[in-house]
């Protein structure tokens, strides 16, 4: 082989390492950068989702605080709340009741449920949890804001008569027709699952947090 062509071959395998060099290079310094943005993106991200963990479980916490104090409030008037329907419901019709309560002492069972709480401050929480999310968290909000509003209903109508039609259209009066216990029992259930659906949701967020991202390594030829 001559000088010549040693030195077209020899400057021929400089050119391909170098053209390998310059591409593995490229490589690395793509993947390097990628890397970089990954890092810089969760150094930023991380506050936001650390701020928006803390509003829903601020959010999650007013609402079950809410719906407590409606709970045990509401408790102390289930008795009186059933008494006043049933008498109600006898004067309705017309009959004499079972048990007649004297003026004064329905004033006393009035006076017990003028001491549940309305449903204001579960229904502005129950927003709030709209606001903040996910949809079945808010599903769950959804349902013990209406556990709430049922049962205290009963409380605000207990003396109410109403008229409807039996089934060969004739008009006929009757008190508050609702169970004021089983209401309640609803009401302890649905604050029961929404606990749950949110600490659910705030446990795989926490998980997510916790977990570091897996990056993604490319070969490089």
């Known amino acids: 082989m001559s000088e010549l062509m040693i030195a077209l071959v020899g400057g021929g395998g400089a050119l391909l390492g170098a053209a390998v060099g310059g591409a593995a290079a490229v490589a690395a310094a793509k993947v390097q950068a990628r890397h970089g943005q990954e890092t810089a993106r969760l150094a930023y991200q991380g506050p936001l989702d650390a701020a928006r963990r803390t509003a829903q479980r601020e959010a999650y916490a007013t609402l079950l605080t809410a719906a407590q104090e409606f709970r045990l409030a509401s408790a102390a008037a289930l008795g009186p709340a059933r008494r006043l329907m049933t008498v109600t419901d006898y004067e309705s019709r017309g ?26 401050a579960v ?4 927003q709030h949890v709209w606001l903040e999310g996910p949809v079945p968290v ?3 909000a959804n349902a013990l804001a209406a556990a709430v509003t049922e049962l205290n ?49 705030l446990n795989a967020v926490e998980a ?5 991202p897996r990056r993604r390594l490319r070969a490089v030829p």
């Open 95 to 120: 009959e004499p009741p079972e048990e007649a309560i004297p003026e004064q002492h329905r004033g006393r069972l009035r006076a017990v449920l003028a001491q549940v709480p309305g449903p204001e």
């Open 153 to 201: 209903d009963v409380f605000v109508h207990a003396e109410t008569k109403y008229e409807d039609e039996d089934d060969e259209g004739r008009l006929y009066r009757h008190g508050l027709e609702a169970n004021p216990v089983a209401l309640h029992s609803k009401l302890v259930g649905c604050i029961d699952m929404f606990s749950k659906v949110a600490s659910a949701h």
């Open 208 to 212: 997510r947090s916790a977990t570091p």
């Open 123 to 126: 229904r502005a929480a129950e």
């Open 138 to 140: 808010a599903k769950a």
